[in-house]
Nanobody, 128 residues
Framework: QVQLVESGGGLVQAGGSLRLSCAASGRTFNIYAMSWFRQAPGKEREFVASITWSGGNTYYADSVKGRFTISRDNAKNTMYLQMNSLKPEDTAVYYC?????????????????????WGQGTQVTVSS
C-alpha cells in the first residue's frame, strides 16, 4: 500500500501563487508515476499534471500549461505542484494520485482509473 498526504492549499487572490506538496509513504518503490487532479463543486475530477517517478517525464492539461509546474524529490518521496498566475477557475479540491507500472505498458495519465492510490485532497480557492 501507498499512503499520500497533500498539503499547501489555501486562499489566494487571482494572479497569485501556491505550491502544493504530496508526501508518499509505504511501498513507494512500487510507484511508477504520480499526478495531480482537481475537482470543483458539481464537476467531475479532472487531470491537472503528471510526472513519472524515475524518468521525470511530465504531462499537463492544456488549461494549466505555462502556469503550473510539476516536480518531484525522489529522496523525500514527495511531489510538488507550483501554481502561478492563478485564476478563479482554478478553484477546486486538489488531489494527488499514484500508480504502479501499468501491466498494459501504456500509461493513461489523464484517466482517474489508472491510479490505485489517492490522497485526501487539499482545497485551493482563488478569489477574483
Amino acid at each position: 500500500q501507498v499512503q499520500l498526504v497533500e498539503s499547501g492549499g489555501g486562499l489566494v487572490q487571482a494572479g497569485g501563487s501556491l505550491r502544493l506538496s504530496c508526501a508518499a509513504s509505504g511501498r513507494t518503490f512500487n510507484i511508477y508515476a504520480m499526478s495531480w487532479f482537481r475537482q470543483a463543486p458539481g464537476k467531475e475530477r479532472e487531470f491537472v499534471a503528471s510526472i513519472t517517478w524515475s524518468g521525470g517525464n511530465t504531462y499537463y492539461a492544456d488549461s494549466v500549461k505555462g502556469r503550473f509546474t510539476i516536480s518531484r524529490d525522489n529522496a523525500k518521496n514527495t511531489m510538488y505542484l507550483q501554481m502561478n498566475s492563478l485564476k478563479p477557475e482554478d478553484t477546486a479540491v486538489y488531489y494527488c494520485a499514484a500508480c504502479p507500472r501499468p501491466s498494459s505498458g501504456i500509461y493513461y495519465y489523464q484517466n482517474v482509473n489508472q491510479y490505485n492510490y489517492w490522497g485526501q485532497g487539499t482545497q485551493v480557492t482563488v478569489s477574483s
